[in-house]
């Protein structure tokens, strides 16, 4: 349902002489056989699309969302499916910590107090483990897919930190809920500079 608004959405444009160029994500995915199967119904309903709006072609592309940590692992196969991946860092941290979203107020704080943990890792990207299945997941895709486009969406697209961490990776964007774009754009500007430096 969400591919087939996607497309009629795109197809329309194109009647209306605009050139639209969507990005359709699937998320979840821990494994290569499943984006084959999404991409096939995906493919599909293109085609459908195409022959209701009597169009010959309309660009769009397929990527994956990159949140399971088993994904980063096998993102060299993904990749050879997927245009681009963007790493979905809340639900890996989640994942890579073993930390409930909801749950975390009954002991983060202590965790932070005690120095068992530097910072929320909700707020910022773990560097040190979770940033390492990052950086992994980027290699092995652009193994297979030297043109894949990388980024990361989320509120760590949104801070600082983080920010400059995906730009030290070699990301190509950063995506983030509207209030925080304008502290992400200055903070990739800060990382740019930092790096010429």
């Known amino acids: 349902m969400q591919i087939r608004a996607i497309l009629e ?6 009647k209306e002489g605009k050139d639209p160029y969507p990005e359709i994500m699937i998320p979840v995915v821990c494994d290569v056989k499943e984006l084959e199967d999404q991409f096939a119904i995906a493919e599909q309903i293109y085609k459908e699309v195409l022959a209701k709006y009597g169009l010959k072609k309309l660009k769009y592309l397929l990527g994956t969302m990159i949140e399971i940590p088993r994904a980063a692992f ?28 909801d749950d975390i107020g ?72 509207p209030f925080r774009v304008p502290i992400a754009k200055l903070a990739a500007a800060q990382a740019v500079l930092k790096d010429k430096k």
């Open 9 to 14: 959405a795109a197809a329309e444009l194109v």
């Open 74 to 101: 096998v993102a060299d196969k993904l990749a050879t499916k997927a245009k681009f991946f963007s790493f979905g860092t809340n639900d890996m941290t989640q994942m890579g910590f073993g930390f409930s979203r």
């Open 106 to 177: 009954g002991f983060l704080p202590e965790y932070i107090n005690k120095g068992i943990l530097a910072e929320d890792p909700f707020q910022s990207i773990d560097q040190e483990g979770i940033g390492e299945l990052i950086k992994l997941g980027i290699k092995r895709g652009r193994m297979t897919n030297k043109n894949l486009e990388v980024g990361i969406c989320g509120e760590h697209g949104g801070e600082p930190k983080s920010v400059e961490f995906c730009h030290n990776i070699g990301m190509d964007y950063v995506s983030c809920s």
